[in-house]
């Protein structure tokens, strides 16, 4: 079964404190893996896809990795405006319109 | 106006109401989708529809009830909801290309449901 685990639920970081956000997957085929974040009532925002293993994407203090079994949202020296909830999605071989998503990782950064 | 967007972004509605969400996106996208998203599970795909054609309804009550008029906008019908059926509505779309790619899909804001 098509599946993607998010872990922690909840990360809380000191202001400059660098970490990262797992996300583990089990699909038949994979077809993108993506990830978001989405603020307090709003609708998610793309950050990245990642099509193959060995891929990495930045954007400011974010960057994203793949392998073949999982991917990290790395967060360097992130800040309070880099709080909110990331979530990572994956689209299998076995489903042209389908997004796997996990239920994501709440991300606090404290001042 | 620029990406996806819903509206309302608020409906407060009885179980006997009817009434109707609407989604435009201006990214000249084939697909559109219908998201649930309820606190603590993951985002629950109700509907898509590839260029304007349903191709997926995942075992959806009959009650939500889809409409795509065109490639650029999306409706949400509802009637008779139960209060479980709050949750944040979310609608997207996304590009499917000639050799049967999707793209990442792109959100709206939403829009927060709540059935008394």
């Known amino acids: 079964e098509d599946q993607v685990t998010q872990s922690p639920e909840a990360l809380r970081l000191q202001e400059g404190e660098s970490s990262s956000l797992n996300c583990s997957y089990t699909?038949?085929?994979?077809?993108?893996l993506f990830w978001y974040r989405q603020d307090p009532g709003k609708g998610p925002e793309f950050l990245f896809t990642?099509?193959?293993a060995g891929e990495e994407k930045e954007k400011e203090r974010l960057k994203a990795t793949l392998t073949k079994k999982e991917s990290f949202l790395h967060i360097t020296a992130p800040k309070p405006e880099d709080s909110a909830p990331y979530l990572c999605?994956?689209?299998?071989?076995?489903?042209?319109?389908?997004?796997?998503f996990g239920t994501g990782t709440r991300l606090k950064v404290l001042a | 106006e620029t990406g996806v967007t819903q509206t309302p972004r608020h409906l407060v509605m009885g179980m006997t109401n009817k009434k109707s969400l609407k989604c435009e996106q201006h990214?000249?996208?084939?697909?559109m989708y219908w998201y649930k998203q309820s606190a603590k599970k993951p985002l629950e795909l109700m509907f898509v529809?590839?260029?304007?054609?349903?191709?997926e309804n995942n075992s959806v009550p009959s009650r939500f009830s889809p409409e795509c008029p065109n490639s650029s906008h999306l409706f949400l019908h509802l009637h008779t909801l139960q209060p479980e059926d709050s949750a944040l509505y979310l609608c997207?779309?996304?590009?499917?290309?000639?050799?049967?790619?999707?793209?990442?899909?792109?959100f709206g804001q939403g829009t927060r449901l709540t059935v008394v």
């Open positions: 997207a779309s996304s590009q499917i290309t000639g050799s049967g790619w999707n793209t990442e899909a792109f």
């Open positions: 699909v038949s085929g994979l077809r993108g």
């Open positions: 990642l099509y193959s």
């Open positions: 999605a994956v689209r299998p071989a076995s489903g042209t319109y389908k997004y796997i």
């Open positions: 990214l000249g996208h084939n697909a």
């Open positions: 529809y590839s260029l304007e054609e349903r191709v």
